[in-house]
């Protein structure tokens, strides 16, 4: 089994910066992609996705203002986020592909960005 526990959401103002952080534990050699993902009311949407080799994928909508990275020797996954948006207001989640086709969320953390 593989747990993740994200942390780092708050309420900020528009324009500023959090970190999102995501820790997984358990049967990690498991896991392969990792990504992050926001629910606003009515959907659920892809943020950014990080491969278990590095590779990246995001959004068009946070482009060049949020990164992804991935301590592979910590098992966390980081979200960036700078230059915050109101729209950017969500309930972040972390989400880990593992093998064999299963998938594990976390708990999810709330982001509110304020005008």
């Known amino acids: 089994q593989v747990q993740l526990v994200e942390s780092g959401g708050g309420l900020v103002q528009a324009g500023g910066s959090l970190r999102l952080s995501c820790a997984a534990s358990g049967s990690i050699f498991d896991i392969e992609t990792m990504g992050w993902y926001r629910q606003a009311p009515g959907n659920m949407r892809e943020v950014a996705t990080i491969t278990s080799g590095g590779s990246t994928n995001y959004a068009d909508s946070v482009k060049g203002r949020f990164t992804i990275a991935r301590d592979n020797a910590k098992n966390t996954v980081y979200l960036q986020m700078n230059n915050l948006k109101p729209e950017d207001t969500a309930v972040y989640y972390c989400?880990?592909?593992?093998?064999?086709?299963?998938?594990?969320w976390g708990q999810g953390t709330l982001v509110t960005v304020s005008s």
């Open positions: 989400r880990a592909n593992l093998k064999f086709g299963r998938e594990v």
